[in-house]
């Protein structure tokens, strides 16, 4: 019986740590890589994942922007995105393009 009261108060335990713990979602990190950017407007990482933020919560015109430059960088993630994003938008060819170029990146 006793390693089942073991297992159950770690369970317990884990689970109240969890609930304590928070996530930071992307609507908090957009203002901090949006920060970033104007700190640093040519870093692609920075563009990258702004533009993925942007891309999640919606904004897809500013997506767009900042992926398309991360693509010109040739950030690999970039390219997934930027065709999720065209593809949101009817641009279907683009799209296809996009993850064309995203599959032929990640075969090296």
């Not at 997934?80 to 995203?102: C, H, I, N, P, S």
């Amino acid at each position: 019986m006793k390693p089942f009261v073991t297992k159950l108060l770690y369970t317990l335990g884990v689970t109240v740590l969890c609930g304590q713990l928070q996530a930071q979602s992307l609507d908090q990190a957009k203002p901090a890589f949006e920060k970033l950017i104007k700190q640093s407007p040519s870093n692609s990482s920075y563009n990258l994942w702004y533009g993925v933020c942007c891309y999640e919560t919606g904004d897809l015109a500013a997506a767009e922007k900042h992926l398309s430059f991360a693509v010109k960088r040739k950030v690999i993630e970039s390219f997934r995105y930027l065709g999720e994003v065209y593809y949101k938008t009817y641009r279907f060819e683009d799209a296809v393009d996009m993850y064309e170029q995203y599959i032929e990146w990640l075969e090296k």
